[in-house]
């Protein structure tokens, strides 16, 4: 499989817009779906179609705006939220307060890795419920602003190495590789996890 026929299978619209519009796309998109865009613009580097430092740069502030979003929609409306339909999800005053004491404690901690692992798949509500506790809008930039650079370069990276794995490997193993370097990801994201759990729940419930 060549690396035209590995984007054309992952996107057959995204990949025209980025040919077509180039940087201009990238920020709205980003805003959209930061992740996914980021490894597509990998492939599109390894291709020589894009350039590194526009790309980097649109890269982070499309996926800083979507934070900032996500942000302020949980400042101005999560409690809210919560107080009303929370009891459909076992959340209650005393469940919001235990989540304040504990953000506001390791807030640096959690925000950073939720950047570098996209939040174990809930990015959006980690970043929605910092809004919500009243995280320092100041301190809260600071955190993402110092790991979204290294989150935005993992993206490309594996973007473009990727592109280099589909070139110089057959059909067959490249899959074989490719699951097992997920497989390994996940066993690393869980253990992560897992261990942050742990020592939350021992300190504090």
């Known amino acids: 499989m060549s690396v035209i026929s590995a984007l054309s299978d992952l996107s057959n619209h995204i990949i025209p817009w980025l040919l077509t519009y180039r940087y201009e796309i ?7 779906e ?4 980021a490894m597509i613009c990998g492939f599109l580097l390894k291709l020589g179609a894009l350039d590194l430092l526009p790309v ?6 499309g996926d800083i705006c979507s934070d900032v979003y996500w942000y302020y929609l949980g400042y101005y409306g999560g409690r809210p939220f919560l107080l009303k339909f929370g009891r459909f999800f076992g959340i209650n005053e005393k469940t919001l307060k235990l989540v304040e004491k504990l953000y506001h404690r390791h807030y ?3 925000l950073f890795l939720s950047k570098l ?11 929605a419920v910092a809004g ?3 995280i320092p809008f100041k301190k809260y930039m600071a955190v993402n602003l110092l790991g979204q650079p290294i989150w935005t370069a993992i993206l490309l990276s ?9 070139e110089t490997v057959n059909k067959g193993l490249e899959w074989v590789f490719f699951g097992a370097t997920i497989v390994i990801i996940i066993f690393l994201v869980i253990g992560i996890m897992s261990y942050v759990r742990n020592v939350l729940v021992e300190k504090y419930l």
């Open 108 to 110: 640096a901690l959690i």
């Open 56 to 61: 980097f740069l649109c890269l982070m502030l």
């Open 158 to 166: 594996i973007g473009y190495f990727l592109g280099t794995f589909y």
């Open 34 to 37: 930061g992740p996914i865009l």
């Open 26 to 32: 990238i920020i709205p998109l980003a805003i959209l």
């Open 117 to 127: 692992t996209m939040g174990f798949g809930f990015a959006v509500q980690i970043v």
């Open 132 to 134: 919500m506790v009243k």
